[in-house]
């Protein structure tokens, strides 16, 4: 019964911040990697930034690097998305997943867990 559920989405004004968390129940993903994904209407689902639940190992998007990092605290079963310098092409439905079958994943099919989605709106 593992959940992952997302928080702390909002609006923001551009070159503004918000802070998002990913808290997971039912299980530990501590030998498995995180991902936060977004999708915006129309668009494709992407990967945002990803990090081994465990290690320190990250990834981030071109588009995203400099301004956003990944964290997490595994005292506490969550990963976080601090998003700063926020532009309105950040607008989308941020996803946090969870694989429990790759070491590292970048690509949405590489995940098996996901949660219900915190929206973010950025206005201009």
């Known amino acids: 019964q593992a959940q992952l559920v997302e928080s702390g989405g909002g609006l923001a004004q551009a070159g503004g911040s918000l802070r998002l968390s990913c808290a997971a129940s039912?299980?530990?993903?501590?030998?498995?990697?995180m991902g936060w994904f977004r999708q915006a209407p129309g668009k494709e689902r992407d990967i945002v930034a990803a990090i081994t639940w465990s290690g320190g190992r990250t990834f981030y998007a071109d588009s995203v690097k400099g301004r956003f990092t990944i964290s997490r605290d595994n005292s506490k079963n969550t990963v976080y998305l601090q998003m700063n310098s926020l532009k309105p092409e950040d607008a989308a439905v941020y996803y946090c997943?969870?694989?429990?079958?790759?070491?590292?994943?970048?690509?949405?099919?590489?995940?098996?867990?996901w949660g219900q989605g915190t929206q973010v709106t950025v206005s201009s």
């Open positions: 997943a969870a694989s429990t079958f790759v070491g590292f994943g970048t690509l949405a099919r590489e995940y098996d867990y």
């Open positions: 039912g299980r530990t993903f501590s030998r498995s990697p």
